[in-house]
Every structure is written in structure tokens, then in C-alpha cells.
């Protein structure tokens, strides 16, 4: 069996900062409403598990918005 996961740890960079974590959230979607126009970012994604362990980082998205 998988360990289960309790919780996402999602960390977003700005163009040209480093990343940094943005939010703790129990599911594994989540909406940021905190944007800039015309502003390039970076979301990177690990899962929390029960033990308290980390997953390896997730793919990153890089978007424009």
C-alpha cells in the first residue's frame, strides 16, 4: 500500500524571485488569486504524508497571466 497523503504543499516563484511556499491545502487542486498581469510564475507541488514525510518535488508549471 501507498502512504496516504494528508496534504500539498504548493510554492509559487514570480519571474525572477525564488520560489516560496504560497499554501497548505488537504486536496490536490487549488486556485491562486493572487496574480499580477502580465507576470510569469512558477508552481512547484509536494505531497505531505502522514508520517510527515515529503515527496520528491512535482513538475513544475510555468505560466504567464
Known amino acids: ?3 496516504a497523503v ?3 504543499q504548493v510554492y509559487r516563484a514570480r519571474e525572477g524571485e525564488p520560489s516560496r511556499l504560497l499554501a497548505t491545502v488537504p ?3 487549488f486556485e491562486d ?3 499580477l498581469l502580465n507576470t510569469r510564475y512558477t508552481y512547484l ?3 505531505v504524508f ?3 514525510a515529503r515527496s520528491a518535488w512535482g513538475k ?3 505560466l504567464t497571466y
Do not use: D, F, I
Open 60 to 62: 513544475a508549471l510555468e
Open 50 to 52: 502522514e508520517s510527515g
Open 6 to 8: 494528508t496534504s500539498y
Open 27 to 29: 486536496q490536490a487542486n
Open 1 to 3: 500500500t501507498q502512504p
Open 45 to 47: 507541488v509536494v505531497a
Open 33 to 35: 488569486r493572487q496574480l
